[in-house]
C-alpha cells in the first residue's frame, strides 16, 4: 500500500511555523499542568503547520532544556520539520524519528509529534550520530561513547544515573550488529532503543540528528543524572510445545525461504491451520516465534510475507535456527502489572517506552487499544511504536522497553558544575 505524500512546504508557505514570541493561554495552561515534573512532554499534530510551535509552547522555557527527544509520525513532512526543529526548539540539542505510531499524552496515537524535554537541572547528554550502518567504524565508536562517558562524568561528579537510549532506522537490518558493537563501550550502562517505523508501509524510516533526516543511520543518545532511573524490558509471550528449523535462510537481508524443508510462508501458514495467502500483520502479531538466546526467550518476529513467499523477519535469523511458536497472556493484565512494578515505590516523573508494532496490532485485533491506552496514559509512559527494539547488547522484537525515570530523592544534587 502506498501512502499519499504529505504535503510539502513551498518558499512562500514555510513547513512551520516560526514560534510565537508570546506566552498564549495553552503554552500556560501547559507549564501550570508540568510544574510538578522534572520531564516536560508536548504533543501536536505532525502535519499542522505551526507544529513546531505548539511544542515550543508545551515544553517552555526552552533554554533550559538540555534535549528534546521527538517522535514523529510519518505523516510529516520530515526533512522540513528536521531542519526547522534546531532553529524553533534551540538551544536544546533535537534527536528524534519517524515511527509505526506514538504514544501520546492518553495513549495509542496516530498523526501526531510526541516530544520529551530533560531540563539541564537534571540531566546531561551526549548525542553520537552514527551516519553510515554499513560503513562505520566499531572502535571509533567505542572510543567516543567512553569520552562521552568520561566528559559527563568531569560535568556531574554528584549524579549517579546513567543509561543510553539508540535510535536506528527500523529498516536498515543493522540493529543486531550495532548493538552488539556499541556494547564495549558503555560498559555496565543499561542500553533501550527502539528501530523507526513508518507506520505499516515499511517503505522509508529515518533517524533525526543535527538538523537532518538521515535513512540507513542510527543516533545514540547517552544520558547522565540525579534522577533514579530503571531500564526495562517487558513482553506477555510464553513459549508453547510447537517448534520449526530454519532450513533456508539470507541472513544479511533477514529472509527465511525455508522452515522444515518447505516453503517459509506454506509451512508457517500449515502449522497455524491458516490459509499461506491470508497471513497478515495481524497474524504474525498473534502467532509470535521465539528463540532461546542465553536462558530466555526472545521473539523472532515476522514483518512481512516477501513476493516470492518468502518471510521478512524483523530481526536476526539464520539457518539452523530453531523457532517456537508462542502463545500470549493477558495482554492488559500483563501489562497492568508491569508497569505498576515501576511504580511500586515511587510514582516515575514519565516511561519513555518503545512499544513494538505487533504490540500494538495485537490490541487492535483484540478491541483491546483503549484499555492499553489507558494504563500507558495513567503511568505516565509517553514514546513511540518501534519496527524493534533493543536492550542492553540485543536486538529484540514485539515487547515493551524503555526507562522509568523518577524524581531525585533530595535537590541537594541537582547543580551542575
Known amino acids: 500500500m502506498t501512502r499519499p505524500a504529505p504535503p510539502r512546504a513551498n518558499a512562500s508557505s ?101 516530544a520529551i524535554g530533560l531540563p539541564r537541572s537534571h540531566f546531561c ?81 529515518y533517524v533525526l540528528c543535527n538538523g537532518e533526516a538521515r535513512q540507513n543511520a542510527a543516533v545514540l543518545l547517552q544520558i547522565r543524572s540525579n534522577c533514579p532511573i530503571k531500564v526495562f524490558n517487558t513482553d506477555h509471550l510464553v513459549p508453547t510445545a510447537q517448534r520449526m528449523v530454519v532450513t533456508g535462510a539470507d541472513p544479511a537481508r533477514r529472509l527465511v525461504y525455508e522452515i522444515n524443508a518447505e516453503p517459509a510462508a506454506r509451512e508457517y501458514a500449515r502449522l497455524l491451520g491458516k490459509d499461506p495467502e491470508q497471513l497478515t ?65 515511587r510514582t516515575p516523573d514519565v516511561i519513555l517506552a518503545c512499544d513494538c508494532l505487533l504490540r500494538r496490532m495485537e490490541a487492535q485485533q483484540k478491541q483491546l487499544t483503549p484499555q492499553i491506552s489507558a494504563l500507558l496514559a495513567k503511568h505516565r509512559a509517553v514514546g513511540f511504536c518501534t519496527y524493534g527494539e533493543q536492550v542492553n547488547s540485543i536486538h529484540v522484537n514485539q515487547t515493551l522497553t524503555g526507562v522509568a525515570i523518577y524524581p531525585p530523592e533530595t535537590d541537594d544534587a541537582a547543580v551542575r558544575s
Open 281 to 345: 500483520t495481524f497474524t504474525f502479531a498473534a502467532h509470535p516465534l521465539v528463540v532461546r538466546i542465553g536462558g530466555q526467550h526472545h521473539v523472532r518476529a515476522i514483518q512481512q510475507v516477501a513476493d516470492t513467499g518468502d518471510l521478512v523477519f524483523f530481526s536476526a535469523i539464520d539457518e539452523g535456527v530453531v523457532l517456537t511458536l508462542a502463545e500470549p497472556l493477558d495482554m492488559v493484565d500483563h501489562l497492568d502489572r508491569a508497569l505498576s512494578s515501576l511504580g511500586e515505590t
Open 125 to 205: 547528554a551526549r548525542a553520537l550520530p552514527i551516519d553510515d550502518l554499513n560503513a562505520y567504524d566499531a572502535q571509533s565508536q567505542i572510543d567516543q561513547i567512553i569520552r562521552n562517558r568520561n566528559d559527563m562524568a568531569r560535568e556531574t561528579p554528584q549524579w549517579g544515573s546513567e543509561f543510553a537510549f539508540l535510535l536506528v532506522d527500523g529498516l536498515s537490518v543493522k540493529e543486531d550488529a550495532l548493538t552488539a558493537d556499541l556494547a564495549p563501550g558503555l560498559g555496565p550502562v543499561p542500553l533501550f532503543g527502539g528501530s523507526a517505523g513508518d507506520s505499516t508501509d515499511f517503505g522509508a524510516t
Open 14 to 114: 514555510p513547513a512551520v511555523a516560526p514560534v510565537e514570541a508570546g506566552r498564549t493561554l495553552p503554552a500556560m495552561a501547559s507549564a501550570l499542568h508540568q510544574a510538578s515534573r522534572i520531564t516536560r512532554t508536548g504533543f501536536a499534530e505532525a502535519d499542522a503547520p505551526d507544529a513546531l510551535a505548539k511544542l515550543a509552547q508545551m515544553l517552555a522555557p526552552l533554554d533550559d532544556l538540555e534535549l528534546i527527544i521527538l517522535f514523529v509520525s510519518p505523516q510529516a513532512d520530515i526533512h522540513a520539520l528536521s531542519a526547522a526543529a534546531v532553529r524553533d526548539l534551540a538551544p536544546a540539542k533535537v534527536i528524534g524519528c519517524t515511527t509505526a505510531g506514538e504514544i501520546g499524552e492518553a495513549g495509542y496515537t496516530d498523526g501526531e509529534i510526541v
